[in-house]
């Protein structure tokens, strides 16, 4: 899935090319904004304090935005990975409480699940409307029902990972686990992205009927008005 499996990663000349599901579903470079800036205010933290722990993060998370941005990544892409470090480290400072760094994390998993689990129930998956803008297919494959079906299915899978990190995540937060918490955030970043790829292409691959020509070949039917009258 990534979709049909997971897309090459753009290079860095190469601005205008298509993003891969997997670098829109927070690939190995997104994977560098979830772990850096946390494991450096860790150290930092354990070091000198919480302000030790946010100075640490900010310029962990200004290091990647700029080895990202000479790398060629989008520029909207780069400014919204250190805008979240930013954001993280202003929650903690104001509380006062070194695991609210990782608040913002939390409450992003809350909303991304249930963004998906609507996206099912509204018959619009959103692992569809991902791998539909990838093809370059805008919604034809929804007039596909043996796609719009697989694509909700593999969309569970997504669905599952953010509960799965919420139900690791919120008790460690609660228990003030810092250093847990990092580890668990690794653990659960490109690792848990990469098995959800694995697991939701098996999903859509087993639920598509023999005989199905693919993801890029969707089986339209025709809408009601383009068919001739009897």
Do not use: K
């Not at 003030?176 to 697991?199: I, S």
Request: aromatic content about 8%.
């Amino acid at each position: 899935m990534s979709d049909s499996a997971p897309g090459q990663r753009a290079a860095g000349n190469e601005p205008d090319r298509p993003e891969s599901l997997a670098d829109l579903l927070g690939g190995r470079r997104g994977a560098l904004d979830a772990t850096v800036p946390p494991v450096a205010f860790a150290g930092g933290w354990l070091a000198a304090g919480l302000w030790g722990g946010v100075v640490a993060a900010v310029l962990a998370g200004t290091a990647v935005a700029g080895w990202r941005w000479r790398r060629g990544d989008r520029p909207r892409s780069v400014l919204i990975g250190l805008l979240a470090v930013c954001v993280a480290a202003l929650v903690a400072l104001r509380t006062g409480r070194a695991t609210d760094f990782f608040l913002v994390q939390l409450v992003s998993n809350a909303a991304s699940g249930l963004v998906w689990l609507v996206s099912i129930v509204v018959r619009w998956p959103l692992l569809g409307v991902l791998v539909g803008a990838v093809l370059g297919q805008r919604g034809r494959w929804r007039r596909d029902p043996a796609l719009l079906r697989a694509y909700g299915r593999g969309s569970w899978v997504w669905v599952a990972t953010y509960l799965l990190r919420l139900a690791v995540f919120v008790p460690l937060w609660l228990g003030g686990q810092v250093v847990a918490l990092v580890v668990a955030r690794v653990a659960l970043t490109w690792p848990l992205v990469a098995a959800a790829l694995a697991v939701s292409w098996l999903v859509i691959r087993r639920s598509l009927p023999a005989g199905h020509p693919g993801l890029r070949h969707p089986v339209v039917l025709p809408d009601r008005d383009d068919v001739p009258a009897q």
